[in-house]
């Protein structure tokens, strides 16, 4: 039965699913690992128990298009409660308070 509905789609309907749904959630899926995970916590030990993650240092718009400030990570963990749009302010405070010698 699930043979004749694939049967009736064209070539071109099978193109279109591919490339505006397929395409998409791979490179969404690639994004999100490669700004949430990877990069915010490569320098990471395996064995440390404690999780210190990393901040990107992107220019704010260039974060925005990175998974809305996803590179903001180090933020995010102090403060998760924060929305994402609140981020780049945090970012900017805590970079002030690591020039002034407040955070480690």
Known sequence: ?????????????MLNV??????PLLLSSMQLFIFGTYLPH???????????????ELPPLLSL?????????RE???NPSLAWFE???ARC????LAI???LN
């Open 1 to 13: 039965m699930l043979w004749f509905a694939f049967k009736s789609v064209t070539p071109s309907a």
């Open 18 to 23: 591919f490339i505006f749904c397929i395409v």
């Open 42 to 56: 490569r320098h990471q030990g395996a064995g440390e128990a404690k999780q210190q993650a990393q901040s990107l």
């Open 65 to 73: 298009l990175a998974c809305y400030h996803f590179g903001y990570h």
């Open 76 to 78: 995010h963990h102090i």
């Open 87 to 89: 981020l780049p302010a």
């Open 93 to 96: 405070r805590s970079k002030e």
């Open 100 to 102: 002034s010698g407040e």
